[in-house]
């Protein structure tokens, strides 16, 4: 009891400093990292990969905010998805998946346990149905109408049936979980992971790292 605990993150309030706190140690936030903005293209590339995907998978509620600051018809793109190309949307625990909800998108998948490993465990095995060309070209041009003015999809690149496996966009930070990625490529999918959002080191000033680390 009275251990000082110095927490990697920005708030006293965060889970971590919380259950220090509970087992009698003393939490000293300091954040080392930041969140900072993806390339500019990421958000666009991102949504004009629904239509002509058989999932989307929310990593971090992080992910779902990005999206929901950006001004396009994020909760309309996913409708048109689910309803022309049974697009699916999964959610790595229960804060994006009430995240997700917030936009006015129901998740069909939520991991339990929380967290990417149990993401991985109940990812499904791949079904690869008979190619339709005329259907899935359908999707993509009520996606493009949807995105205005924003980047336009790759009829050609996007095409659903140009590749032999359906495809999963995972949507989070620059640092996608590997366990994640191979277990859901052993289960016969093509994985597309974006980053709308990177983990960059925070500025720290010497006065404040001398606090936290005296005794």
């Not at 917030?102 to 993401?119: C, K, N, T, Y």
């Not at 791949?126 to 009520?142: G, H, I, K, T, W």
């Amino acid at each position: 009891a009275g251990v000082r605990v110095l927490v990697p993150r920005a708030s006293s309030d965060h889970p971590i400093c919380t259950a220090v706190a509970a087992r009698g140690g003393i939490p000293v936030p300091l954040p080392l990292t930041r969140l900072a903005p993806a390339e500019p293209a990421a958000i666009g590339h991102a949504l004009a990969m629904l239509p002509a995907s058989a999932w989307v998978a929310f990593l971090a509620a992080r992910a779902v905010t990005v999206l929901a600051e950006d001004r396009r018809p994020v909760a309309s793109l996913v409708e048109v998805a689910r309803t022309t190309s049974d697009l699916k949307v999964a959610a790595a625990d229960r804060r994006i998946a009430l995240a997700l909800k917030g936009l006015g998108i129901e998740p069909d998948l939520v991991a339990h346990p929380e967290g990417i490993v149990s993401l991985a465990a109940a990812w499904p095995v791949a079904a690869v149905p008979e190619p339709d060309r005329a259907a899935a070209r359908a999707p993509l041009s009520a996606a493009a109408a949807l995105l205005g003015d924003g980047p336009a999809p790759d009829l050609a690149t996007l095409d659903p049936v140009s590749a032999r496996r359906p495809r999963v966009v995972l949507l989070g930070s620059d640092a996608v979980d590997p366990r994640l990625t191979t277990a859901v490529r052993e289960r016969g999918w093509d994985v597309e992971a974006i980053a709308l959002y990177r983990t960059v080191p925070a500025p720290l000033e010497p006065a404040v790292v001398a606090k936290a680390l005296a005794y």
